[in-house]
Every structure is written in C-alpha cells, then in structure tokens.
C-alpha cells in the first residue's frame, strides 16, 4: 500500500483506498490518453469519449447491469439527488419518497430535498421491516422507493430482490443504494436504477455512477442541464475507477473468503475484551465492514488513541459530511449511538491484522479508562 | 504535449489542456501521498488534509487574494450553483440575481435557479454597458451581481475594478466569474467572490474553486451539507491544479507576450480570408482567446473539416452542456451567430501554428464551399 508506513494498519476502507496497480496504470495511461474534454467534435476529444465509453461498458458488466445505461456524476453525494429528483419528477402528483431508516445522510439530504419521506424502520439487526417497507411503496402519494443494498457502517445486507419485488408489484420505481457493496457483492435485480461509489470499490475520490434500467423513466429539472454530472469529470478517474472494478470482482471469490475469516477473527478479539461488543447484523453481512460499539468511550477519543498506536479505523456514522454526529443507524437498531468505530477490511492487509488491532484496542482502552 | 500525434494543432484549450509535467508530478506525488479522505481523523486522513490545504493557500496566493478563503467544488458548473444561491440566501428579502448578457450558461442556469434575473446589456465588443449595470446593481431587490472577467468565447476583458466599485457602493456583493482569466491575467480586487476553473489554467478537469472575501456572508439552504463539495474530490487533482497556477502565473510575463503576438497573426491570416472576420473586442482582451465568424457556413461542418486538416477548434458557444445551440454571447453583441469557431490558445504550441492554422482554414473553406 503505497504512502502507508508498513508498520501502520489501515482498517477505514470503504470511501478511500489507495489505487491498485492496474488501476494506477489506467490512470497514468489515460492522463496521456483521455485529458480532452469528452463533449467536444475533435479528435481529441472522440479520443477521451472513446476510453468514457469504453469504462462505461466495463462498469455495466462488472455490475452485472449490461442492458442498463451508466451515468457518471460528480459525486455519490449528488448522484443521489439527481437520481432521486429525476426519477420523482417523471412520476408527476405523487410527492413522497419512501426509504428506510439505515440510509446513508446523502440519501436522507436527497430525499428531504426532493418531498416529503416516509421511512420504514429496521430491526435490531438493522434488516428493514418488511412490512413496513411493503406500507411504504404501496402508498399512492410515493414516487419512488429507495433500498439499501449494504449498510457502509454494520455491513448488514438487505434482501434486495424480495424487497424490490414488493416495490415493483405496487409500480413503484426502486433506486437501490449500493455505494457499499458494489463491486464487492453481486447486485440482485428488480431495481430501476443503482447507485455506486467508485472510490468504495477501489476506485478513485470523487465520482458517482448511476446505472439505469432500460424502463427506468426521469425528467431533468427546470434550468438544469441534461448532463448527470454538469460541468464534466476526469477521464482517468472514470478509467482507473472501471479498472479497479474489473479487478475487485474478478479476485471477489478468493478476496471475500479471506476478508470474512479476518472480520471473524477481528470479532473474536473484540469480544474477548470487557465491555466490548461488535453490532451483530446476521449472516448476510458485507465481507469487510464491521462495527464495534465499546462501552463507556468516546468514538473520536478512541478513534486518536488507535491512531496514535498506528491503527486507522472509522467514525461510527461513516459520515463525512460533518452534520450528523452520532450513528442514526445504530440508534435505529436501538444499540448505543456513543463510543462506537467502525472497521473497513481491504484486500492488501497483512494475515496478522486481527492480532495488531487487538492489541492495539487493548492498549488504546487501558490508556482511555485509566485517563 | 501527450497524447497529441506533433502533426496535429490543438487550438481548443481553455476546457481542457494535457497536464504539464511539474503539474504532473504533483499528481503522482499525491496519488501516494494523498489517496485518503481529507476529512477523517486518522494519519492518513491528516497528511491529505495537509495537502489540500497547501493547495489552497498555494491557489490563494497566486490569484492575488491572500486573506480569502478557499473553497474547492465538484465542478466550475456546480460553483456557480452552490456559490449564487448561498451568498443570495445571505440577503435575505432580496429577490433579483444581477448579471449581464455575456455570462457563461452555468451562470445564466445557477442565476434562473435562484431566483429572478436582471440582464445587463452589452455592447458591439462584448463590453458591459455601464448604465445597465449600475441601474441593476442599485436596484434594491438585487441579491447579489454576477460579473464575468472575460470571455472565454470572445476573450473580451471587463472593467471589473470600476463596475465592481460600482456594486460595492450600492451595498451588492459581487460574484467574479474568473472562470476564463484566473491564471491568465491578475484579478482586480472588489469582489465578495471569485469563481475560478482549474482546468482552463491547466490543472485537471473536474473541480471548480471559489474564493470568498473575508467580509463575504453565505448560508447553506436546507438538507445542504455545509461543504461546498459534497462527496468529496480528488486530493490529487486539486494539488495537480495548484501547481498548473503557480506555473501559468510564473510564466505569464513570457507567456501572454507570445500568445498575443500569435493571436495577432492569427487575426491576419484570418482576415486575408474572404467571408472570415475575427470578433473585436478591442485592447483589452485575454491573451489566448478569440472567436472567428465564416460568412455562409456552418461551425460545426467547418470544425469537422479542420479536424480532418488537423486541427482542433472549440465551438462558438464555448459550451459542452448540449443545451445551448447557438451563441447567446454574439448574439448580445450583435453579431452573427452562425458559422462561428473558437481558438484557445496554449503555451505548448508551436510557432509556426497561424501559417499552419491558416492554411488548413483555407483548405477547410475551399472545400465546404465547393461541395
């Protein structure tokens, strides 16, 4: 892992990771290659089109979505208020946008943004309520519906496919949120549009991509340009970022084995330790995220100790928008919402990763109780 | 310049430029040392925020604007947006964004977005009639005035020190639209912001910048994360594009000399043409900047037939949103707003560019005439 000191141990992957190598040569190969403006008539320019429309196909197939068409957008932030007011508005007189109460902020923002929200509630495993869920799309005032594949914070795996059929029997278009698990888990059918997360798989900061279904019908805003990401983005990013999705999901069936045995014995450690508990979501869980809630702790203080024995872990709300203090989704599981971290595994860890973090929250927690 | 075969001469930089190779370098430096997301709490997440954070200070000083701060976003396009919507909620009761008929599109759809819009006329060189600007900035239900800098289609320069004067002393904050002049020329002061593009200086494609005034009021609306770039951006791509600006400015007293004098060899090749008249705009205008207008054919024919002389121009609108077709820019000024192409040019070029420019534009219009 270039720039990371080896004797550091990088547990916060999920929003940023260093570039693989063969994502990092795409990259270099297409600031050569792909640094005109893709809109323009010129050569250049059908050149750096060429390598957009080329990421483009390498995304859809990597998702599994190849009669879908792939959008880019500036950020996962804006790719869900796009999605969400484009596909609202082409359901003109219905004004509710149902969601559920795991969602990510740029989600709650986006539907905040766009009418009024009704949220199906979880379970204390963080599974959505089916039946609320099922209230929720059947409405006739709801629009849309938006699903969470995979939550970024407890790694709990929704079941998308019976959840959207329930949507697409009431006609309700469903946007699944997979900006934690795509390129990590294979994305269930039945959705209408899917949103992802470059940098999460691997790829670089910055872009979101939405993927629609061919049916998926959206109407772009008064004075807002039909473009989805207006004012255009990196060509080498969107490369690279198609490149490291190939790669995560051609090494998926060796890397997600390993990654679980490693959150597994993660778990071990950290239950081994007094007043120590990892949010428990079931058995369909994302390979690499996990997190722990300790007792009596402040996240950000342990969040500082871990760092300073050399181990970077994540804030419990995965949230880097900075309004939204505490874990919403953890309060809605009804687990404690104060002095929980949360653990991204990447495939370039080393096999003892367990033992240091051990020994490191050991520390970290005699130093903090001890204060 | 990379990527472009030494035949070809690529006259469309002002969107787009190959990176140089110092900017390069800060790059790939950055991509190893700046992969993790500026905004954790970690080591890794410290030394990329201490890299954006030289980036900024690096972008401030070379704009000449030492105590502003600032602000990257996800595009020069959402710039616009997110910076005329929160300076106009900062003055609450106000309803009307000035701006005049030489605005950019993302300027002219952000001012639509906001609110009511007052247009300010020009005259036949593109020059903001003086009157019209007064009375709409001393209008008391203006909010705020957007003023462009220069054109990025005409290369026509404003009187930004007295027309900004002008808006400060009826109490209007004025928004500078340096999108096609930052790094190129210096800024005069008097504004509250300054919206600026990296990648027409050279940086990498995506970003945007604002610089606020430390008088400077804004309010984020709601279900608006504070951050003006939600989601975040490349730290890579921000420290590339600090780099390209202290580049552009440092070389600018060699640079511009040699542009202007190329433009101005340009211009008479042009006008030895018969049908072919440059835009005037008059002295001052940006170095590298001009827009030429064929009599009886078509731009985008005529931009496909240079393509295949090799050569590269940009269109007359200077717009890759798609939805403007013709020049609202020439229009204003009462000129033509058919059969018109845009030169950018750039350091890299050679010096035999006009003769090989004018010749191919011959050829071009030989050929589209005849046919």
Redesign the interface.
């Known amino acids: 892992m ?3 000191p080896k004797s ?1 141990i ?1 547990l ?1 992957s999920s ?5 693989s190598t063969r994502a ?1 040569e795409a ?2 190969a297409a ?7 893709p ?7 059908r ?1 750096s089109r060429a390598l957009v429309d080329g990421a483009r196909e390498a995304i859809a197939e990597s998702l599994g979505a190849g009669a879908g068409s792939v959008h880019f957008t ?6 869900f208020d796009t999605t969400l007011s484009r596909l609202a508005r082409a359901r003109r007189g219905r004004q509710v946008i149902a969601r559920t109460a795991v969602d990510r ?2 989600v709650i ?1 986006a539907a ?2 766009v009418g009024e929200v009704t949220v199906a509630a979880v379970d204390s495993r963080g599974h959505i309520k089916e039946h609320e869920w099922q209230v929720a799309v059947q409405d006739a005032r709801t629009s849309i519906a938006v699903l969470q594949h995979a939550s970024r914070e407890t790694g709990a795996v929704q079941d998308v496919a019976s959840l959207a059929e329930i949507a697409g029997s009431a006609g309700t278009p469903v946007v699944v949120d997979a900006t934690a698990s795509a390129g990590h888990l294979a994305i269930p059918e039945g959705w209408d549009a899917v949103i992802a997360h470059p ?1 999460d798989w691997g790829g ?3 872009p ?1 991509v939405v993927v629609l279904s061919p049916h998926a019908r959206w109407l772009a805003g ?6 989805w ?7 080498p ?1 969107i490369l690279a970022s198609a490149v490291a999705l190939q790669e995560r999901v051609e090494q998926r069936d060796l890397v997600n084995p390993r990654l679980e045995k490693m959150k597994k014995a993660l778990s071990s450690h950290c239950a081994s330790l007094p007043g120590v508990q990892v949010v428990e979501v079931g058995s369909h869980a994302l390979p690499h995220i996990m997190t722990v809630v300790i007792d009596g702790i402040d996240g ?1 203080a342990l ?2 100790e ?2 300073r024995h050399g181990v ?4 419990g709300s995965a949230c ?4 939204y203090g505490h874990s919403h989704v953890l309060e809605a599981m009804g687990m404690p919402t104060q002095g929980n971290i949360r653990l991204g595994l990447h495939p370039g860890l080393p096999d003892d990763t367990p033992q240091i973090f051990g020994a490191a929250l050991e520390a970290a927690l005699t130093k903090l109780r001890s204060s």
Do not use: K
């Not at 809109?39 to 250049?44: I, K, M, Q």
């Open positions: 270039p720039g990371t550091r990088y916060d929003s940023s990771a260093p570039l990092r990259f270099l600031l050569d290659e792909g640094w005109a403006d809109e323009r008539l010129h050569a250049e320019s050149q500036l950020s996962a932030f804006t790719a902020v740029a923002m905040e943004r940098a670089v900061a910055g979101g008064p004075s807002e340009p039909r473009s990401a207006p004012g255009g983005i990196s060509v990013g950000e969040q500082a871990l760092d970077s872990v994540g804030s880097t928008t900075g309004d």
